[in-house]
């Protein structure tokens, strides 16, 4: 298989889709290596050091386009990107098309294959392409929001650690899955009071459990959710339902009740925010804006920032599912893996994850029924 590897141009997206060791192994199976120039310096790869094990350089992002068989990606496709697919060309990357009508449209417009990192399925119902991503984005949460909360960056001016004789900053996570247990961890090693709210009981007595009495865990609902927003120096938003479209967990009424100069950092904008207040993606560059005087962080590709780890972190479980695609061809690897099966979201101008139907108003088409 001809396979490329894109450049990414999310605002400071550094990541790449495949390592040279990646790279290396795919050579081995026999494969073709495309690689488009300069896309693994954000990460700390050159291009010699994909050359050395047999890739090819292409300088031409279109030509890199029209000549692949499967485009290796990050995140996903930008706008600029829409015209460069072709029919039938499989597209393995983050996609959270959910919130996101117009490159669902696009992409089934051009008759893509898309397979979403985010909703590949592994052992015990993991998500095993999302995880390592959601374990930075979560430690990292803690780490920004800690930065916004002091006074030159706008913040209220607490330490979320406290000092002897002075109390330590609360940090409410909405969500205690992979992103909120990262936060968690970061949170409590840095000496502050946390509270984790989860709708899964299961859920809370894991973190009860690992956590050995040094988080509070509450039922996610309603009236927790605005009790404990409101005592909220950092709020981590972290829910997620598969697929689908972030349920707005935390309303604006629960966000003017925070003192001003608390921040809000939520991880799970990249499937539209949990928080009703986030009413646009920001970016690494301009990364906050203040609304009822609270900074609100809303960046959705928050491992972007951290490349070398994150690209490292991603590669090491995307590449044994992109070893099948490529050695077995689409069809068979997600006959063979009914969890990879549950990474296609659109094929053939079809719509075939039934939460991004759901959410768009679109005619959903089971995978079973392409697979057969
Ligand atoms: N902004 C960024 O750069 C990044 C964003 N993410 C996003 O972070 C989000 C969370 O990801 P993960 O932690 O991996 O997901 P996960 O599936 O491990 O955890 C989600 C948790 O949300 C809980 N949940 C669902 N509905 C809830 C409700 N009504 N109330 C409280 N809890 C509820 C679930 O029980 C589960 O424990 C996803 O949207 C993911 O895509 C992940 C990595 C990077
Ligand atoms: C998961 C995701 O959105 C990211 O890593 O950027």
Redesign the pocket.
Known sequence: MIIGVAKEIKNNENRVGLTPAGAEDLCRAGHTVLIEKNAGIGSGFSDESYKQVGATIIADKKELFDTSEMIIKVKEPLTPEYELFHEGQILFTYL?LAPEPELTKALLEKKVIGIAY?TIVGRNNS?PL??P??E???RMAVQIGAQFLEKPWGGKGILLGGVPGVESGQVVI???????TNAAKMAVGMGARVTI????TD?LAYLDDIFAGRVTTVM?NSYNIAKWVKQADLLVG?????GAK??K?VSEEMVKTMEAGSVIVD?????GGSVSTIDRITTHSEPTYTKHGVIHYS?????GAVARTSTLALTNSTLPYALQIANKGWKQALIDDAGLARGLNVYDGKVTFKAVADDQNLPYTPVTTVLS
């Open positions: 959270h985010e998500l999302l995880s991503m959601s930075v984005a979560g909405v969500g205690g899955g992979i992103v909120g709210l989860d709708k899964s859920r996610s972290a829910v997620l339902i598969p972030a349920p967990l991880v799970a904008i990249d499937q960046v959705a590709n928050m491992p």
